[in-house]
């Protein structure tokens, strides 16, 4: 009698909102690899590419296990011809050359420092390295003249581009909730983006607010900031009012990624308590830290919640389900089925996927 040893073969659902990703990922050599090459096409603003790399990595995410073999990756969807070549490279010789010349280059590098100011995307920076922009202080003498958002984001660049630690999103939920209180009792703060699925760090920190008497949220996030600012909490915030009803977002045309939430853009001022030494005592240290606040009438609460928890991913593979697979449309507002020509209640996530066909999927799970 033989035995042959044969590879783990790994298999996975072709839809990210029908796998369970958490944060553990056995794969970093290859997710981050792909990773750069999709934020390469997205800087080009080639966002077909981009998806199709972002699918690649979040395939590989959800393994249970290294790859250690092209073999052990037949079966599995989401891998293109390319993303195929940069993993055969990783495997047989330890780095992906096109992800590393990726990194080196001079305009991937200029793009994402350019990129990395608050306010200032893929379309503006390409004009700017075009320009011969390649740095920031390129930037400060060329004399463009920059927005609100792009001059605050230039002032705490530093500060933004540190990575916000869990204790930091904590000290700012207090902050928000003793704001959304003072100007509106009994009001509900969920943190949500990152920090909901379970992220120890993140860009910046994520809230969705609400209230659960319908109508009394309307009119809050004006309130907030105001309260916010006359505290001293906020170095810049932009505000934008509710759209929905006005909005030519017909059932058939739901929104799609942006939704016409009241929102406010923010980069908050947070103090530290720094100790300094036992006699001097402590001393205030202060930080920018990216806020991003949302209010939601709590009719449409659970479609908001479960739009702005993410990852970003997981949310566009949620409506390309709902879209393909069932004839729905999916936004941070509402699930219309386009069957039966009305939309589909719920008061929680676990309802909407319900509705959708689709297994419950906690946010600790959502790390596509
Ligand atoms: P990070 O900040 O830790 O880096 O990651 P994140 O929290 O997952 O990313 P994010 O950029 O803060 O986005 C959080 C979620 O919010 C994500 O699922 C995408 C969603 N989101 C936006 N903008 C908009 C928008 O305009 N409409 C809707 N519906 N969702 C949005 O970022
Ligand atoms: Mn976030
Ligand atoms: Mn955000």
């Not at 969807?77 to 990783?90: A, F, N, Q, T, Y």
């Not at 984001?153 to 209180?181: C, M, R, W």
């Not at 929104?255 to 009241?262: H, I, L, V």
Request: aromatic share 8%; hydrophobic share 35%; glycine share 8%.
């Amino acid at each position: 009698e033989k035995y042959f040893l044969l590879p783990v073969l790994f298999s996975a659902p072709s839809y990210a909102c029908k796998r369970r990703t958490t944060l553990k990922n056995h794969n970093t050599l290859l997710t981050e690899a792909l990773s750069i090459l999709a934020e390469s096409a997205e800087l080009n603003e080639d966002e077909g590419r981009g998806v199709a790399f972002r699918r690649a990595a979040a395939v590989l995410k959800c393994l249970p296990k290294a790859v250690s073999s092209m073999e052990q990756l037949r079966g599995l969807p989401c891998l293109g011809d390319h993303s195929m070549r940069v993993i055969k490279d990783i495997l047989e010789n330890g780095a992906s050359s096109e992800a590393e010349s990726t990194k080196q280059s001079e305009r991937f590098k200029a793009l994402k420092v350019l990129t990395g100011i608050f306010g200032v995307g893929a379309k503006t920076a390409d004009r700017w390295f075009r320009e011969g922009i390649h740095s920031l202080s390129q930037l400060q003498e060329s004399g463009h003249t920059l927005n609100q958002a792009q001059q605050a984001g230039l002032q705490f660049y530093d500060d933004i581009n540190l990575p916000v630690s869990k204790t930091e999103a904590d000290a700012i939920s207090e902050i928000v909730e003793k704001a959304v209180h003072a100007v509106l009792p009994g009001a509900e703060i969920t943190l949500t983006g990152g920090f909901r699925r379970g992220k120890l760090t993140g860009h910046d920190v994520d809230f969705l607010i609400t209230h659960p008497e319908e109508g009394k949220e309307e009119g809050l996030m004006p309130k907030v900031v105001s309260w916010l600012e006359s505290q001293g909490f906020l170095l810049y915030q932009k505000t934008t009012r509710n759209s929905y009803l006005e909005s030519k977002d017909g059932p058939g045309r739901p929104a799609s990624n942006m939704d016409r939430f009241e929102r406010c853009l923010s980069i908050f001022k947070l103090t530290k308590d720094r100790c300094v030494g036992q006699k001097q005592g402590t001393k205030q240290s202060a930080t920018a830290v990216r806020v991003d606040l949302v209010v939601s009438p709590v009719s449409q609460f659970a479609f908001a919640l479960l739009g702005w928890t993410g990852s970003k991913l997981f949310e566009r593979e949620l409506r390309r389900w709902a879209g393909h697979e069932k004839a729905m449309s999916l936004s941070s507002h509402a699930l219309y089925d386009n069957k039966q020509s009305r939309y589909l209640r719920a008061s929680s996530e676990e309802e909407i996927f319900a509705h959708l066909g689709l297994e419950y999927i906690p946010p600790t799970e959502r790390n596509a």
